[in-house]
């Protein structure tokens, strides 16, 4: 009689639901690896604004900001996806005792920044931050919920981010991201870290 038989047959069992669940985590890992590289992308073009801003105003050390951005794009039927003019950018910068905002809303090309000791100011290169800013929303939504835009019978997206980011706190530390689905037109994700928690509110319409 062969003992081991019962055995062999256990172990092939178990290793088989091994490597399934070891895919699996692989799969998430990659998966997450993917998130976290699409937001760090989108973190990283909003600190290169702070950046440029703390340059100007010759700021100490950024404690915190906030950005609340709105855009809205046109879906071409020939799978090629049209951004609008339509979008609103809001940046709130806190260093220390110090408050600045920055604002930049449809039609305007000029992000507008103002601080209570100074005047107004436009951000230079406005036009070029704000087409990348919103290329770069897209490209992120394109990475949380790929296929989407392909498969949409709507004509319009629209994309809401709101973020709270501590610029002195790397992207990607013990990333956490949650995508909710309220039906196949609305949906939100949200992704934390130790310095950042950014919400992405997308939703497709007809007018």
Same mark, same amino acid.
């Given at each position: 009689m062969d003992y081991h038989q019962p055995y062999r047959s256990f172990k092939k069992i178990f290793d =088989? /639901?091994? !490597?399934?669940?070891?895919?699996? /985590?692989?799969? !998430?890992?990659? $998966?997450? =690896? !993917?998130?976290? @590289?699409?937001?760090?992308? %989108?973190?990283?073009? %909003?600190?290169?604004?702070?950046?440029?801003? @703390? $340059? /100007?105003?010759? %700021?100490? $050390? /950024? !404690? $915190?900001?906030?950005a609340s951005m709105g855009f809205n794009y046109n879906i071409d039927g020939n799978d090629v996806y049209m951004m609008d003019k339509r979008y609103t950018i809001i940046i709130k910068i806190y260093s220390k005792d110090e408050m600045i905002e920055c604002e930049s809303y449809d039609p305007s090309d000029k992000i507008m920044c103002t601080h209570y000791s100074s005047e107004s100011f436009e951000l230079p290169d406005s036009i070029y931050f704000i087409k990348d800013i919103k290329g770069i929303t897209l490209d992120t939504y394109n990475t949380l919920y790929p296929g989407k835009l392909e498969n949409s019978d709507k004509q319009y997206l629209v994309i809401n981010v709101d973020a709270s980011i501590n610029p002195n706190k790397p992207i990607g530390a013990n990333p956490k991201i949650v995508k909710h689905k309220v039906d196949k037109y609305r949906g939100n994700a949200e992704y934390n870290d130790e310095g950042s928690n950014i919400r992405i509110i997308w939703s497709f319409y007809d007018l």
């Open positions: =088989s /639901i091994t !490597e399934g669940i070891n895919k699996g /985590i692989r799969g !998430e890992n990659n $998966e997450m =690896s !993917e998130y976290t @590289q699409a937001i760090g992308k %989108l973190r990283g073009k %909003l600190d290169e604004i702070v950046r440029n801003i @703390q $340059e /100007i105003y010759n %700021l100490p $050390e /950024i !404690e $915190e900001y906030r």
